[in-house]
């Protein structure tokens, strides 16, 4: 038993940097919040990110994130936005991470609320920290927004998860 405490307390022990190929997932729920000229409301969301750090301040992540929404018709909707970020990490291994982002997005909806289309592409800004527990083992939560290439719309999401690097 005692063993095992301690084989328990090495894993979960933040250690700082290790030798990992620099590839991390991080799944999170959270929510978008849209002003009244977006064309869908306020709704929950998912997301998938997989990213890759790139040196000891850059990251790239490849996200996919899902809401099931609502128009502003109040008709049932799934939006869904894929996105390519690059973040700058100001204590990258540390136990506590802050970054900021920039990135790229692509809003789809299953129904036409982009006027008679139903994709949107967009600029994404935020922020957030990552807390490491372990060299593996996160937790995450970020702020940002969404500028919409369609009427210029914006749309902020924030999100919180767990990041597992392998």
């Known amino acids: ?20 190929s620099g590839w991390y997932v991080s799944p999170s729920i959270g929510g978008v919040v849209t002003h009244r000229n977006f064309p869908a409301k306020t709704a929950p969301l998912v997301g998938l990110q997989l990213g890759y750090d790139v040196d000891e301040y850059w990251s790239a992540e490849l996200g996919l994130w899902m809401s099931p929404a609502r128009s502003r018709a109040d008709d049932p909707m799934t939006l869904t936005q894929g996105t390519l970020d690059g973040l700058y990490h100001f204590l990258h291994w540390e136990a506590l991470d802050p970054y900021l982002f920039i990135g790229a997005g692509i809003f789809h909806s299953d129904v036409a609320v982009f006027d008679s289309c139903k994709t949107s592409l967009g600029l994404r800004l935020g922020g957030g920290a990552f807390y490491y527990f372990s060299d593996r083992f996160a937790l995450r939560a970020g702020l940002g927004v969404t500028l919409c290439s369609y009427k210029a719309r914006v749309a902020a999401m924030g999100n919180a998860g767990v990041t597992w690097s392998f």
Do not use: P, W
């Not at 038993?1 to 301690?6: G, K, Q, R, T, V």
């Not at 307390?9 to 933040?14: G, T």
């Open 1 to 20: 038993m005692l063993l095992l405490c301690f084989t328990a307390i090495r894993v979960f022990a933040y250690d700082g940097q290790a030798d990992f």
